[in-house]
């Protein structure tokens, strides 16, 4: 969502203290106008294990991830990474990638994810505890992006049925 600024707000006033401030120690002062992208999570992820035994699955949705609301299989790149575009040359469209954390950012592996095909994508974390992150502010894809735990991760490579839900 894009941020504008409003008319009268305490951040204003803010702006305008420390600009007369400025003015009344002699500087010229020019006030330039910009945009902010912010990320407002409207719920948690939903992500549940379908087959083989239905399960809820903790995890952290990637901020600036798309949304969707996707039902399929697990696939996973050839390399577990998933840096590289050539590492989803077997990938089966439709599917959700679960791409394991490291070597490179976020947005890369979900930007070759969804050249590949995938419907969403499933980051788990290369070391224990839970994966947190974010894609680049200008992720422009409506795939939505997850991350979950090492165990989960491991769990989940042999080829589940997920679930995968966030909210517009």
Do not use: W
């Amino acid at each position: 969502k894009e941020f504008t600024r409003p008319t009268e707000s305490p951040i204003n006033a803010a702006l305008d203290y420390a600009r007369k401030v400025f003015l009344d120690a002699g500087y010229a002062v020019t006030v330039q106008p910009f945009t902010v992208r912010r990320f407002t999570l409207l719920s948690p992820g939903v992500l549940e294990l379908r087959a083989p035994s239905p399960e809820v699955i903790d995890n952290t949705v990637l901020f600036y991830s798309g949304s969707g609301d996707v039902s399929a299989l697990v696939g996973m790149p050839s390399a577990p990474t998933g840096c590289a575009a050539g590492d989803f040359a077997g990938f089966v469209p439709g599917r959700l990638a679960l791409i394991q954390r490291g070597d490179c950012s976020f947005s890369d592996k979900a930007h070759n994810a969804a050249q590949a095909g995938a419907s969403g994508v499933v980051v788990f974390n290369n070391v224990e505890g839970p994966l947190q992150g974010m894609l680049y502010s200008d992720f422009a894809l409506p795939l939505p992006v997850v991350g979950i735990t090492q165990d989960q991760g491991q769990r989940l490579a042999a080829g589940t049925a997920l679930r995968l839900v966030l909210e517009p």
